[in-house]
C-alpha cells in the first residue's frame, strides 16, 4: 500500500525510511502493517519512544482512521509520560480530518509494559507458540513459527536470539 506521507511503498528496511518511527506524523498516517514492519528496527532513543507508544494500542490501529489514531497515540504518548511526543502526535495534520485542537495535558493509566519495550525478531512467518523457562541459569524465551523454525532468546533488555545456532527448522516444514 502506498501512503501519501512515505515517498514510496512502505518497507520493512529500516534504512529505507529514515527516521519514520521517530516522525509522528508518519505514525499516524502511515499504513499500521508497513509502520508494525518497521517497531524492531528502532534504535535510536526517539525512534524506540515512537514505537514504544505505537505498541501501546497496536491491536487497535488497523482498524482506525488517521484522525482517530492521531487522538489515540496523542493519549498512549500522555499516559507513557512522553508529554512532548503526545503534543507532536496531537498536532499532526491528518489530510481531510479537523485539527485535533488539543493536546494531553495529564492522562491516567499505567507505564509501558517492558513487554512493549522491544521486540524479538528474525522469525520470517507468524508466530504461533511462545513458552518461558529457565536453562542455565538463564531466563529465555522459545518461539516457534508457521516458518517452520523455533528460537530461543535471552531475556535480558537486549532481546537477543540465545545464539546463533538456536533457529532450528521443525522437521516436515519446508
Same mark, same amino acid.
Given at each position: 500500500?502506498? =501512503?501519501?506521507?512515505?515517498?514510496?511503498? *512502505?518497507?520493512? =528496511? *529500516?534504512?529505507?525510511? *529514515?527516521?519514520?518511527?521517530?516522525?509522528? #506524523?508518519?505514525?499516524?498516517?502511515? %499504513?499500521? %502493517?508497513?509502520?508494525?514492519?518497521?517497531? #524492531?528496527?528502532? +534504535?535510536? *532513543?526517539?525512534?524506540?519512544?515512537?514505537? /514504544?507508544?505505537?505498541?501501546?494500542?497496536?491491536?487497535?490501529?488497523?482498524?482506525?482512521?488517521?484522525?482517530?489514531? @492521531?487522538?489515540?497515540?496523542?493519549?498512549?504518548?500522555?499516559?507513557?509520560?512522553?508529554?512532548?511526543?503526545?503534543?507532536?502526535?496531537?498536532?499532526?495534520?491528518?489530510? #481531510?480530518?479537523?485539527?485535533?485542537?488539543?493536546?494531553?495535558?495529564?492522562?491516567?493509566?499505567?507505564?509501558?509494559? +517492558?513487554?512493549?519495550?522491544?521486540?524479538?525478531?528474525?522469525?520470517?512467518?507468524?508466530?504461533?507458540?511462545?513458552? /518461558?523457562?529457565?536453562?542455565?541459569? @538463564?531466563?529465555?524465551?522459545?518461539?516457534? +513459527?508457521?516458518?517452520?523454525?523455533? @528460537?530461543?532468546?535471552?531475556?535480558?533488555?537486549? #532481546? @537477543?536470539?540465545?545464539?546463533?545456532?538456536?533457529?532450528?527448522?521443525?522437521?516436515?516444514?519446508?
Amino acid at each position: 500500500m502506498t =501512503d501519501a506521507l512515505w515517498d514510496e511503498a *512502505p518497507s520493512a =528496511d *529500516p534504512g529505507a525510511v *529514515p527516521g519514520g518511527l521517530a516522525d509522528p #506524523g508518519r505514525l499516524v498516517c502511515a %499504513d499500521p %502493517d508497513s509502520v508494525f514492519a518497521l517497531l #524492531g528496527s528502532a +534504535s535510536e *532513543p526517539e525512534e524506540q519512544r515512537g514505537a /514504544t507508544v505505537y505498541r501501546a494500542s497496536f491491536d487497535v490501529h488497523r482498524h482506525l482512521t488517521a484522525a482517530e489514531r @492521531r487522538f489515540v497515540l496523542a493519549l498512549d504518548a500522555a499516559r507513557l509520560d512522553e508529554e512532548d511526543l503526545a503534543a507532536r502526535f496531537a498536532a499532526v495534520a491528518v489530510p #481531510g480530518a479537523e485539527p485535533l485542537g488539543w493536546e494531553p495535558a495529564w492522562v491516567r493509566g499505567s507505564q509501558a509494559d +517492558s513487554r512493549l519495550v522491544w521486540t524479538l525478531t528474525g522469525h520470517q512467518g507468524q508466530v504461533t507458540a511462545v513458552a /518461558t523457562a529457565v536453562v542455565d541459569g @538463564r531466563a529465555v524465551a522459545v518461539t516457534g +513459527s508457521r516458518d517452520g523454525t523455533v @528460537r530461543i532468546w535471552d531475556l535480558p533488555p537486549e #532481546g @537477543r536470539p540465545a545464539h546463533p545456532c538456536t533457529a532450528a527448522r521443525t522437521p516436515g516444514r519446508r
